[in-house]
Each structure stands twice: as structure tokens, then as C-alpha cells.
């Protein structure tokens, strides 16, 4: 069963526009964290902002927020005042931290994000 | 964070040859991951590398096509063994890093042709 779901496999944003990219996962762990990645055509792959489960606010990190309804199973990443260099491909992933996948980060298949000047 | 340093970032390789791609990390560190990611796909876990033990490897991959080798606490290497063109993805290796969750280096684009 697939852990980690990202349903929009393109988005489309004006420069300066407020984005949101959806995920939503799976996890019968009471302890995991969700990250968000973003991959440019280069191939890197940049941390951008971490949730952990037992986290009350809503992560933040400059531009970017995490918006965790944990009853959900939602993380969304909203990505505001869009710039041209946001464009790329953006992976959501989780760290489940018991069980037989400790340690182990599983990734969404990723949105390809494109902001339009 | 962590840096790691990956080489090669890029080559073409023939079909049926061998390819090492190696990662050094500017700090020490328990585990090292290995992962696969195939054109217009995500990543996928190929295995886990703890320092004097045996890799860890997922289901679907195995040592003999994939072999690690993890000799101390700060460098690794995949090879990617008897390679076709299936075999042409980034790869990428990573460290879990306490400050920034998980580090990657800059990843390897291989080419089988």
C-alpha cells in the first residue's frame, strides 16, 4: 500500500502567488515525521521543512509552511510569494521511527511545480 | 548539516559493465542510504549501510547487483554491477543528520547505453 501520496502530479502558479501542494499518508505509527524536498532539474535533493507528529504548531521555515492536520493524515506544503526559481519537483516524504522500517524515509511520487512570470 | 561529497555526478556507462559511485561525509556518521531514482520517478530505497556490518538491502534489490561497502564512519560506496539500460537513474546516497533530518549528497546520473 502506497505510504506516501502526492495527487497532483503538475502544478501551475503566478510568480508572487501563494501555492499549496498536497500529501497525505499512511501510518498506523504514533511516532513519524514528514518532510518536503525539492528537486530541481539538477538532481539535488534540498530539505525544506519538517513536521514531527507530536509537533503542535505548524511547522514554518521562511517562505514555507507545513500545514499538519494529523487526524487528516494531510501535510501540506504552502509555498508562499512563488518565485522563478521555485520551479521544480517537490517530494513529500516520511521517517516512520518504530517498527520495521526504522530509520527509513519513504517518498511520494512528487508534484512538479512551475511558477509563470 | 551534513556535507557529503558524491562522485561521479555523471557518466555513460556500456551495457554489462560495472560502475562504483562513492560518498564522503564531512562528519561521522551510523547509517548511510542508498537510493535509486529512475527517469520521472521518485526515490526508492535500494539499501541501508551501517559501518561494519552487512547492508541492509530492500526488497527487489540485491547485494550481487548491488553491492556496499561501508568501511568507516564517514564514506561509503554502491557499485552498480553488470549494468543495462534499466539501470540508468540518479543515484543518490544520504545521512540522517539531527539538525536537518535526512542530508543528500548530489546524486549520480547514470547513463547505460
Known amino acids: 500500500a502506497q505510504k506516501i501520496t502526492q495527487t497532483q502530479p503538475g502544478m501551475f502558479v503566478q510568480e508572487k502567488e501563494a501555492v499549496t501542494l498536497d500529501c497525505t499518508y499512511d501510518t498506523s505509527d504514533q511516532s513519524y515525521g514528514l518532510f518536503w524536498y525539492k528537486q530541481p532539474s539538477s538532481g539535488e535533493m534540498i530539505f525544506l521543512i519538517y513536521?514531527?507528529?507530536?509537533?503542535?504548531q505548524n511547522a514554518t521555515e521562511g517562505r514555507y509552511s507545513l500545514n499538519f492536520q494529523k487526524a487528516r493524515k494531510s501535510a501540506n506544503l504552502v509555498i508562499s510569494a512563488s518565485q522563478l526559481g521555485d520551479s521544480a519537483m517537490y517530494f513529500c516524504a516520511m521517517r516512520e521511527i518504530s517498527g520495521g522500517s526504522n530509520y527509513k524515509l519513504t517518498f511520494g511520487k512528487g508534484t512538479l511545480l512551475t511558477v509563470n512570470p | 548539516s551534513a556535507v557529503i561529497s558524491q562522485k561521479p555526478s555523471r557518466d555513460i556507462c556500456q551495457r554489462g559493465t560495472s560502475l562504483t559511485i562513492q560518498c564522503q561525509v564531512d562528519s561521522q556518521v551510523t547509517m548511510m542510504f542508498w537510493y535509486r531514482q529512475q527517469p520521472g520517478q521518485s526515490l526508492t530505497l535500494i539499501a541501508t549501510a551501517n559501518q561494519g556490518s552487512e547492508a541492509t538491502y530492500e526488497s527487489g534489490f540485491v547485494i550481487d547487483k548491488f553491492p556496499i561497502s561501508r568501511p568507516n564512519l564517514t564514506f561509503s560506496t554502491l557499485t552498480v554491477s553488470n549494468m543495462s539500460p534499466e539501470d540508468s537513474s540518479i543515484y543518490l546516497c544520504s545521512v540522517e543528520d539531527r539538525a536537518y533530518g535526512y542530508t543528500f549528497g548530489s546524486g549520480t546520473r547514470l547513463t547505460v547505453v
Open positions: 513536521q514531527g507528529s507530536y509537533d503542535e
